[in-house]
């Protein structure tokens, strides 16, 4: 375990100091790119002003022909666009893969001083982030990049989760872990093919009537597969003072289903999620924006207490230290909504 003093050094001659505080930056939606394909790229510059995240994905999903073109691909497009506000990320292949090591190389050189963010797939343990951490210090030093390229992990093994409390405070770089509930299903061996979301089978049954037979029919209600994961990693990024996000959600024609799933992760602490086909920008940007009436009601705290301090009562329910921190996170993310959509703005009064 390092240090504070030394948590916080560069780790290499040359590379910029590590932040203490991460970017206030709206991340609803990761929005993902296969930058291998032209037409996709081609998408881009629209795509700036519709999503708070560009990814450029180059591991699952690529096909191992198509990886260099990918890489390739997505320094294109880098260099071919002025994001502003919007982050421009990339999920490399993992540290074990064959490309895994030019992709970071390679994405560096080109484009160090506009990539924001560099996700890495299947996380096991702060080993993972210390060898990448190190890595980018030695490349920014080399290529003159002025700020920390920042890593953002994918919770997507077993082993990863059991160490999800050591990856999320591993190194000043970490941004935010996502779950990756396909890869993770596998690494657990649970049976469903489902990419994220429910499965109607993961249920519990209400009690039977007293005098009931077997073949009575009991009501069913089905539970959320994963539940107890999300709130494990939510906790370890809150702790850390990082970010928590949902990762994909598989079926594009279950609007409803993305949305609960999205909806659930949100109440629960992340601050966005994956999308992976245009539908679901939508979803993420109504779901990861707070209701405009749980903002008006925030509001109406702060403003009954300014400093946080003492009780009051608003519309019949007492309101206090707690509650206030409580709206404040609310109004805090509707500013940053507010700032970034003009209607928004309107409808939250600010």
């Known amino acids: ?113 506009k990539l924001d963010v560099i996700m890495l797939p299947k996380v096991e343990g702060a080993w993972d982030i210390h060898y990448l951490d190190q890595l980018l210090a030695q490349l920014e030093a080399r290529h003159a990049v002025t700020k920390p390229i920042l890593i953002h992990a994918i919770l997507e093994t077993a082993e990863g989760v059991n160490n999800v409390e050591a990856i999320a405070s591993a190194s000043p770089r970490m941004h935010g872990i996502s779950l990756g509930p396909a890869d993770l299903a596998a690494s657990r061996a649970m049976k469903t093919t489902r990419v994220g979301g429910g499965h109607p089978d993961y249920k519990v049954l209400a009690d039977a009537a007293p005098g009931s037979t077997g073949g009575t029919k009991r009501a069913a209600y089905q539970q959320d597969l994963w539940h107890y994961t999300i709130a494990k990693m939510v906790d370890a990024c809150a702790a850390a003072g990082i970010k928590a996000f949902y990762g994909p959600f598989g079926d594009f024609a279950d609007a409803a289903a993305c949305e609960a799933q999205f909806r659930n992760s949100f109440l629960v602490g992340c601050a966005g999620a994956w999308t992976l086909h245009p539908s679901q920008v939508a979803i993420a940007k109504r779901v990861f924006s707070p209701d405009p009436a749980e903002v008006a009601f925030a509001k109406k705290i702060i403003a009954a207490m300014p400093d946080g301090s003492g009780a009051v009562m608003i519309d019949g329910k007492m309101q206090d230290d707690a509650t206030w921190k409580q709206a404040k996170v609310l109004v805090d993310l509707a500013r940053l909504v507010a700032a970034k959509d003009p209607e928004m703005a309107t409808r939250y009064g600010l």
């Open 1 to 113: 375990m390092k240090l504070p003093r030394n948590f916080f050094k560069p780790l290499a001659i040359g590379a910029p100091a590590p932040l203490r505080e991460l970017p206030l930056k709206l991340e609803r939606m990761i929005h993902f790119v296969p930058p291998h394909i032209e037409k996709m790229r081609a998408k881009v510059p629209d795509l700036i002003h519709q999503v708070d995240v560009v990814l450029g994905n180059l591991e699952d999903a690529i096909p191992a022909d198509a990886k260099e073109a990918a890489r390739s691909g997505f320094i294109a497009m880098a260099k071919a666009s002025d994001f502003g506000a919007t982050g421009l990320w990339t999920r490399i292949n993992a540290l074990n893969s064959p490309w895994v090591l030019d992709d970071i190389c390679d994405i560096v050189a080109a484009i160090g001083q």
